[in-house]
């Protein structure tokens, strides 16, 4: 009963496939690649007709590389598999066919014919079973329940309620209009997303996740607390190449997180520190992952603003978990790695130093205004060239053509969920729930923007359990983001402040998937893992708030609010850090704990009031704690 129970509440396994399947499956999304490369930057296509293709392509690898189930056979698809695979085809050449007349159609004035509607109806069945497969239950359900919602919804009383949307309208809409599937969020992994994930494949590939981790070490591998340093730095570093929290654990943990249990970590504390790091490089510029894109398509702001605009807020999450990580080493007493364990700096540098220039490249042309789109190409095209300055990281059309592959492969999730974000972003506005939704919130928070935002912050976080990045801040920016800018909060702010909160997801208890991606790898509980989490990255919690009410933090305004902004909240992140550790030096007692941790709070506060105060507790802090004199001993950070 458990295993036909799995097959329709667990997510699939990821096959692996070998012999002469596996090579025509890996041509394949090599193939996929290229498209894609040829589509988005070489000659125009029509975006519907290409979308569809791409949609059509990518389903039929998924059914073929991933199982109905976690006991799904993992050495070949089995007959549901292939048949999956030859629908998906199907429906892809019918929709290519018929696109020109599709095109010229006049969506709900001309109606569907039979063809049509049953093409739509199994590309629909399609993607929620795609959707399953890959993301599992949490999101398959919004998807089921806003499809059931659309269809009968009409029958609810009160402000539920909506004028009746025939099956046929329905189908119309979410299949042949922009506004459903084929909306904003598959219209960025197709492009934008897909691009950058091929960014961050070759230089992986080429060897720059081992530079980024052997620099890490070289860096801060022997100071006080090196492993968990070395996971916060080189987690970073990966994190904003993969955009993906879960996939940044499961790669860089599987190498820092034993070395952390090896020299005295606890099993918690160890996923603790990596769920943390990972879960961050969403948030870090130039990249910071899919999310970040569909924002800026959905709302028009460039993405070379959203990248700046993250710099500063994702610099106080590092300093933050980077401040927790010494404090709390020093109270436990862990050492760093030996002179033998790091590898030198100059040697690392020399060996890999060249693959910090694509990063170089990739944010200088983000910042002299070119689109996302040339940019990812251009990096990926650096990527290669840098590669071939030394023999072992030189890439040959073997290894090219295996990173292409790789790129589609790992896309395929993504797909899925953005196909799955648009059907509910299609039905919100289809029923004008995301309104009606808009207005429950008013009423719940009256007048007050802080309320609003607190409710908003938690309704994000709910959204986002067990959802990929991308479908939870689509679904928090669609429900809350008509409320904060209603309340005079710029488009900026509203959501990037979703957008904060839809990452922090992903380690948020009770359902933090990097956390349960975390717990194979240390051998923990996965809510213990999340727990350590949350306390190392709290100010991560706090900051949003902080430039929803100040825009300095967001590189907003002038010189100096903005070099005000940042001087403050550092300090404040400083002292949070400190107060929620309990230890400077020496363990705190509980109201020298609170005396810190207030002055963090003001600190943070953008007001000048909140600083003058913040000045004075934190001395009133420092004067009841006689350990901390200006001559007492340093130790190393």
Not at 139 to 146: D, H, I, Q
Not at 348 to 367: D, R, Y
Not at 564 to 574: F, W
Request: aromatic residues 10%; proline residues 5%; hydrophobic residues 55%.
């Amino acid at each position: 009963m458990n295993q036909i129970l799995s097959v329709f509440t667990g997510t699939g396994a990821k096959r692996q496939l070998t012999g002469k399947l596996g090579m025509a499956v890996h041509g394949c999304a090599a193939l996929v690649a290229l498209a894609v490369i040829y589509t988005t930057t070489i000659v125009y296509v029509d975006l519907y007709v290409m979308m569809v293709v791409f949609l059509s392509a990518m389903l039929a690898l998924l059914f073929i590389n991933i199982s109905p189930g976690p006991l799904g056979r993992k050495d070949r698809p089995g007959l549901i598999d292939w048949c999956l695979v030859l629908a998906s085809i199907a429906v892809g050449v019918y929709f290519l066919l018929e696109s020109q007349r599709i095109a010229e159609r006049i969506t709900l004035l001309f109606p569907l014919e039979t063809p049509d509607l049953l093409a739509a109806s199994v590309l629909l069945a399609l993607t929620i079973e795609a959707t399953r497969r890959t993301v599992g239950f949490g999101l398959t359900s919004v998807v089921m329940v806003f499809v059931v919602y659309n269809l009968w919804g009409h029958g609810l009383p009160g402000a539920l309620g909506f004028r009746e949307v025939s099956y046929n309208h329905f189908l119309d809409i979410m299949m042949f209009t922009s506004d459903g599937l084929f909306g904003v969020p598959l219209r960025v992994a197709a492009t934008y997303a897909f691009l950058f994930v091929m960014f961050g494949t070759f230089l992986s590939k080429a060897g720059g996740a081992e530079f980024f981790y052997n620099l890490s070490s070289a860096l801060a591998g022997r100071r006080t607390g090196g492993p968990a340093k070395i996971a916060v730095i080189s987690s970073g570093l990966y994190g904003t190449m993969s955009g993906s929290p879960t996939s940044d654990v499961v790669t860089t943990g599987s190498v820092t997180i034993p070395i952390m249990q090896r020299l005295g970590y606890s099993k918690p504390l160890s996923g603790s520190v990596e769920v943390a790091a990972s879960t961050g490089g969403s948030l870090l510029p130039p990249v910071m992952g899919s999310a970040a894109f569909i924002m800026a398509e959905y709302t028009g702001i460039e993405y070379r603003e959203i990248a700046i605009a993250g710099i500063v807020p994702a610099l106080l999450y590092y300093l933050c978990v980077y401040a927790q990580v010494h404090l709390r080493s020093q109270k436990l007493g862990l050492r760093g790695l030996s002179k033998e364990e790091t590898p030198p700096l100059k040697g690392t540098l020399k060996n890999g130093g060249l693959f910090i220039v694509p990063l170089v490249a990739l944010s200088g042309a983000l910042l002299m205004g070119y689109s996302p789109t040339f940019v990812a190409a251009i990096a990926t095209a650096v990527v290669l060239m840098v590669a071939m300055v030394h023999p072992s990281t030189r890439m040959g059309p073997r290894a090219i053509w295996n990173a292409l592959a790789v790129t589609t492969l790992r896309m395929v999730s993504v797909v899925a969920a953005c196909a799955a974000a648009g059907l509910v972003i299609g039905g919100i506005s289809m029923t004008g729930l995301g309104g009606k939704f808009a207005d429950l919130v008013y009423l719940m928070a009256g007048d007050s923007a802080f309320l609003a935002l607190v409710i908003s912050a938690v309704l994000a976080i709910i959204l986002g359990m067990g959802m990929p990045t991308p479908s939870a801040f689509i679904l928090g920016a669609v429900l809350v983001g008509p409320t904060l800018l209603s309340m005079d909060f710029s488009v900026l702010q509203t959501n990037m402040f979703i957008l904060y909160f839809a990452v922090l997801s992903a380690m948020t208890p009770p359902v933090a998937v990097a956390a349960f991606a975390a717990s194979a790898i240390a051998d923990a509980s996965p809510l213990k893992i999340a727990v350590g989490a949350v306390r190392l990255a709290i100010t991560a919690f706090i900051v949003p708030f902080a430039f929803v009410y100040g825009e300095g933090l967001l590189m907003v305004g002038s010189w100096q609010a903005i070099a005000v902004s940042c001087v403050t909240a550092i300090l404040g992140v400083l002292l949070l850090s400190i107060a929620v550790e309990g230890y400077w030096r020496q363990p705190l007692a509980i109201l020298q704990r609170l005396g810190f941790g207030l002055a963090g709070l003001l600190f943070i506060t953008p007001s000048w009031w909140a600083v003058v105060a913040a000045v004075l507790v934190g001395v009133v802090a420092i004067i009841a704690s006689p350990h901390l004199r200006l001559h007492g001993h340093k130790t190393p950070v």
